[in-house]
């Protein structure tokens, strides 16, 4: 019988994505047929999958990790923030409508025989299950009807181990108070905890992990220290933008506006890792840096309200200085379709119809459709043949006399993005550019910059390898597998 284990934890963002993909490594070494799942995740960092739908990000990832391609049965329910209070939700792969959060909370039972039925697709081609929790357990105003966390555990079966961290501090209460608020059936899914990202010496906590199993009665599985090359691994959502930016001074910078509802952000991540650029973003209330030599604008879950957002913060005026100063500015995706004349939304894909002027860097204007295109892409820029790998998830047609100046040609002969007559200004709806070595140094040439030689997707391997042993030295993965 194929073996399920939960990975939950005390809170939100205690590394519960990281653990499982770390896992799903080591136990794929170990020669187990691995398949990572999450019920319903909450992320507009997503990933287009193999068979043509999209996913969460860190459950593309965790595949990665399992050395399997990514299935949109790995992450049945996504929620796609589109305001504070409202996601478009995706139902294996595919957008199924948008919803407020209390109108969701009616939907959750309803979608539960979708998890169901994406997690007998993965107990059928794998020896083990990886299933990632959502949130915390402890939010028990949402338990009825829940998905994600003990309402997936109990009707499945699935037995739980609880991630607490120790770096946000108070993680015995949060571990300890976990159960105290858990319904008694609920606490009795989880079996073991974990501590996560320590620093110091461990053995300074060793009388916490027995205090934690005594109040709790859960095995202690393991208390893992800090792993500072998780870094360089793609991360799940924007919490992780919210980290000080690294200053790298007499090296060109790239200025990248922090959009309310910012998406694929994973996409600057191979630029971030050039030690030859440095990256900062730029949040609310501050100026975009006169000294940036390229302009990024990101990918948008919502790109008309983004785009109000960027003009409210005054960046327009911003981004106009920096091209009279003989700056660059290029747009992926959503920030593609702020550089063109117009953003128009007639259907009211994105909220009530409407129309508003974008930068005018572009003479393009696009048009949000009802339909989403998700694929994966190859090619090479125009300008320069450089090679690229990637992808494509939008809704929105763009058309234009810029167009005619196409920035990439797709392996099978079509045109993607769009470049302003003086070569500064140019957008496209590809996801992934950067991630190629060779695009990533070309577009470093041109901001008068040397690429690194590294080798971007072999480095993400080789982290993944790497925390799989570091998990393998300080948990248990033995009795993980047997409580599996």
Known sequence: MTRALMIQGSGSDVGKSLL????????????????????QNMSNNAAVTADGGEIGRAQALQARASRVAPSVHMNPVLLKPQSEVGAQVVVQGRMIGTARAREYQAWKPRLLASVLDSFAHLRAQADLVLVEGAGSPAEV????????????ARATGTPVVLVGDIDRGGVIASLVGTQAVLDPEDAAMIRGFIVNRFRGDPSLF???MDLIAARTGWAALGLVPFFPEAARLPPEDALALDAPGETRLG??????????????FDDLDPLRQEPGLAVRFVRPGEPIPAEAALILLPGSKTTIDDFAFLRAQGWDIDIRAHL????????????YQMLGRTIADPDGIEGEPRTLPGLGLLDVETV??????????????????EPFTGYEMHVGDTRG????????RFADGRLDGAVSADGRVAGTYVHGLFADD???????????AAASAQDYEAGIETVLDRFADHLETHLDCDRLLALA
């Open 20 to 39: 499982v993909a770390g896992l799903a490594r080591a136990f794929t070494r170990r020669g187990l047929t691995v398949r990572p799942f999450k019920p």
């Open 141 to 152: 105003n949402l338990r009825r009807g829940d998905i994600a966390n003990m309402g997936f």
């Open 206 to 208: 060793a009388d916490g």
């Open 251 to 264: 090296v060109p910078l790239v200025a990248v506006p922090v959009l309310p509802h910012i998406a694929n």
């Open 324 to 335: 009279r100063r003989g700056g660059r500015v290029l747009g992926l995706c959503g920030g």
């Open 368 to 385: 949000m459709t009802g339909e989403k295109r998700l694929v994966a892409v190859t090619g090479a820029t125009l300008a320069d043949g």
């Open 401 to 408: 006399p810029d167009t005619r100046r196409p920035l990439l």
């Open 438 to 448: 060779r695009q990533r140094a070309a577009w470093l040439a041109r901001l008068g």
